[in-house]
C-alpha cells in the first residue's frame, strides 16, 4: 500500500471558490462549518496517482492525521473532545473508498489547538533540561512542545491523550465494517523520544550536549527504576566503583568535569559519559575498489566498521557524490582501555592491501584527572592513503582530534533509563490501543531511526529500544535520504526480524539519479513492507498558502524539483501500475 502523508484534509472545493477567504484557516472553517471534508479533492490526486481505483499488487490510498489533543475544545463544563471534529476526520475516511492509514499523533507536533497552548504552561507536562527549563522549540517554523515521557494518567497532557485515543478507538470501531477492513494501519502517537537544543539541526551535537528529561518526577523515576534494576545500593556501588549510602544520593548526571565541580564524579555526563567514542565519517567509492573498513586501536583489531549509513548531508553538499548511503560508524567502548592516549585507525581493504582511511589519537581520563602520561601508543605504520585508490574520498567527522574521555557508569545508566522512558510511554499507548477494541495487528508504531543517520547523537533521542524487533507493536519506522534503500537499514531489518512493517513518512529527498525512487519502493516492497507513506501530498490551494518552510522542498508535486519531488511523484505513479 503506498499511502502518502496528506496535507489539508479538510480543505473543500467549496471554501476554495469562495473569494472572500483568504487563507487555509478560515477554508478550514468554512468547510467544517458545511460539513464538506476534503475527500474530492483528494480522490482527484489519489486518482492521478492510481486511476480507476486501487487494484493490484500495489495499490494507492492515504495517510489521515488526527492529532488527538488538537480535538479538544472549551466548553462551559471544561476540556471536552470536539465530536463534530471526530466525525468530519472519519466521515472523509469513510467517502474515500481507498485503503488509509490512520495516524493518531500524540507527540510533540501534537501542537495546534487552544488545550495545547494551556498544556505549555504547566511544568508537570513537560519534559526539563538540568536547569529546571523546558525547551522553546520549533521545527522548520513548525511548533514543538515537549511533553512529558512519563506514563502517569493523573497527569494533564496523558489524561488528555489517553481519554482521546480511548474516544476515537470507539468510535473507529464504530464505523461499517467496509470501512474497517480498508484500514490497514493504525500508527501511536508518533516520533516519540528525548529533546535536546535547536531541534532542527542539532541532532548532530556531541559538544557541550544538553539532553532531557531532569525534570524532579523523572529523577525521581531515575532512582526508583535503578533500585529495581540493581536492588540494593551495595550492588550498584560494586557495580560503579561508587560510594552511595543510598538511591537516594544518585544524581541525575548533568555537569561536565571539564568546566564544572562536581560533588561526585556520578554527576558528570557529556557525549562519552557512558563509556562510548563515536568514530564516524563517510566513504565515495564509486568503482566499490574497497571491501571492507575496520576499526585497529593501538594497532590491535577490534572489529569491522559499518557501513551504508544515511549522509544526505554529504549528498547535498558534493555534486559528484551520487547516493547519500556513504556513511561509517563505530560505536567503540573504550572503558576497558587504561587511562592514558590511545590511537584509533579505520583501516580499508581492497585487493588484499591495507589502506589508511582515517585514524585520531584520544585520551582516557581518569576519574581523579591525575596528569595523563605523555607516551603514545602503538600503531599501524606505513599503510598508503586510501585516496590514492582511483574515485576514492574520505573524511572522519568525528570525533575530534585529542579527544579526552571519562567514563561514568551513573551516565550509562541515565542514557538506559532515559531509552526506557520512552519505550515505557509507547507501551503504555499501545496498551491502551488494544485494551479500546484496536486490532493488534494493524497497530504500528511511527519511529524516528536516529541511527541510521551516521552523524547524528542518538544519546539525544534515547529511542533505540522502541525499535527493537521484540517490541510487542508492528514497527512503524520513518525512513529519509539513503534509508529508504539502504544498507544499513537493510542490515538492520533483517538482524531485528522485523517484517511485515511499515514506514510511516518516506522520501528518498534524491534527484541525481534517474530510478531512485522507484528502486526504493521496490526494496521496500521487496523486503516486506506492509505499507510505505510518501511524504508529503497537501491539498491546500496555492492561494492559501503563507511562507514557505524547508519542510515544503519534500511536497509531491509534477512541478516540484527541490529534493526530487518531481520526480518521486511520477515514481509513485509508475509503481502503482504493478
Not at 480507476?52 to 476540556?79: C, D, I, M, N, S
Not at 465530536?83 to 501542537?111: C, G, K, M, N, W
Not at 529523577?219 to 557495580?239: P, Q, Y
Request: charged letters at 20%.
Amino acid at each position: 500500500m503506498v499511502a502518502p502523508v496528506i496535507e489539508g484534509l479538510q480543505m473543500c472545493d467549496e471554501a476554495e471558490r469562495d473569494k472572500r477567504i483568504t487563507n487555509a484557516n478560515e477554508a478550514e472553517s468554512r468547510c467544517r462549518q458545511l460539513k464538506a471534508p476534503g475527500s474530492a479533492a483528494l480522490n482527484r490526486v489519489l486518482d492521478t496517482l492510481e486511476p480507476g481505483g486501487p487494484k493490484g499488487q500495489v495499490q494507492v490510498g492515504f495517510t489521515a492525521t488526527l492529532q488527538l489533543l488538537g480535538v479538544y475544545h472549551r466548553t462551559a463544563k471544561g476540556w471536552e473532545i470536539d465530536e463534530t471534529q471526530v466525525d468530519d476526520f472519519l466521515r472523509l475516511v469513510t467517502q474515500v473508498r481507498r485503503p488509509v492509514v490512520i495516524y493518531l499523533a500524540a507527540d510533540h507536533f501534537d501542537s495546534f489547538g487552544p488545550l495545547t497552548r494551556e498544556l505549555q504552561k504547566d511544568p508537570q507536562n513537560l519534559m526539563q533540561l538540568r536547569d529546571g527549563k523546558p525547551l522553546d522549540l520549533n521545527y522548520f517554523g513548525y511548533p514543538v512542545i515537549p511533553y512529558t515521557l512519563q506514563t502517569d494518567a493523573s497527569i494533564p497532557v496523558n489524561r488528555y491523550r489517553y481519554r482521546a485515543l480511548q474516544y476515537v478507538a470507539k468510535k473507529i470501531l464504530a464505523l461499517p465494517r467496509e470501512v474497517q477492513e480498508r484500514i490497514i494501519a493504525i500508527n501511536l502517537m508518533g516520533e516519540l523520544h528525548h529533546m535536546f537544543p535547536d531541534f532542527s539541526n542539532g541532532m548532530g551535537a556531541y559538544k557541550d550536549i544538553q539532553v532531557t528529561d531532569y525534570n524532579p518526577a523523572s529523577v525521581a523515576g531515575f532512582r526508583a527504576w535503578l533500585e529495581k534494576r540493581h536492588t540494593s545500593i551495595v550492588r550498584f556501588n560494586a557495580l560503579t566503583g561508587m560510594a552511595f549510602t543510598s538511591f537516594k544520593e544518585v544524581p541525575a548526571p548533568a555537569r561536565n568535569i571539564r568546566k564544572e565541580k562536581l560533588s561526585n564524579f556520578g554527576e558528570h555526563y557529556d557525549a562519552f559519559a557512558d563509556g562510548t567514542l563515536a568514530l564516524s565519517g563517510w566513504l565515495w567509492d564509486p568503482q566499490q575498489k574497497i571491501q571492507q573498513l575496520d576499526l585497529y586501536v593501538d594497532g590491535r583489531h577490534i572489529g569491522p566498521v559499518p557501513q551504508g549509513f544515511n549522509r544526505l548531508d554529504v549528498y547535498r553538499a558534493v555534486e559528484s557524490i551520487t547516493s547519500p548511503s556513504v556513511g561509517f560508524r563505530y560505536d567503540f567502548d573504550y572503558t576497558a582501555l587504561a587511562p592514558g592516549w590511545h590511537y584509533a585507525q579505520i583501516v580499508a581493504k581492497s585487493a588484499g592491501i591495507r589502506y589508511k582511511l582515517a585514524s585520531v589519537e584520544f585520551a582516557v581520563i581518569a576519574r581523579d584527572q591525575s596528569k595523563t602520561s605523555d607516551s603514545r601508543a602503538p600503531t599501524l605504520a606505513s599503510l598508503p592513503d586510501v585516496q590514492k585508490l582511483p574515485g576514492v574520498r574520505a573524511w572522519l567527522d568525528l570525533p575530534q582530534a585529542k579527544q579526552d574521555v571519562y567514563f561514568n557508569p551513573v551516565a550509562r545508566e541515565w542514557n538506559l533509563y532515559r531509552q526506557w522512558q520512552v519505550q515505557s510511554l509507547l507501551t503504555q499507548f499501545h496498551n491502551l490501543a488494544l485494551r479500546a477494541g484496536l486490532p493488534a495487528d494493524k497497530l504500528y508504531s511511527h519511529q524516528i531511526m536516529p541511527r541510521v543517520n551516521s552523524s547524528w547523537n542518538p544519546q539525544l533521542f534515547a529511542a533505540d529500544e522502541t525499535l527493537l524487533g521484540t517490541m510487542p507493536w508492528k514497527q512503524g519506522i520513518n525512513m529519509y535520504g539513503g534509508a529508504t534503500n539502504g544498507p544499513w537499514m537493510r542490515d538492520y531489518l533483517k538482524q531485528q526480524q522485523i517484517t511485515g512493517y511499515g514506514v510511516p513518512e518516506f522520501n528518498p529527498q534524491q534527484w541525481k539519479s534517474k530510478g531512485v525512487h522507484l528502486a526504493a519502493m521496490k526494496a521496500q516492497y521487496e523486503q516486506g513492507a506492509r505499507f510505505i507513506s510518501p511524504y508529503y501530498i497537501s491539498l491546500i490551494p496555492d492561494r492559501f498558502r503563507g511562507r514557505e518552510f524547508a519542510i515544503n522542498r519534500m511536497e509531491l508535486r509534477p512541478e516540484n524539483k527541490q529534493d526530487g519531488a518531481d520526480q518521486f511523484y511520477r515514481a509513485i505513479i509508475e509503481f502503482a501500475k504493478r
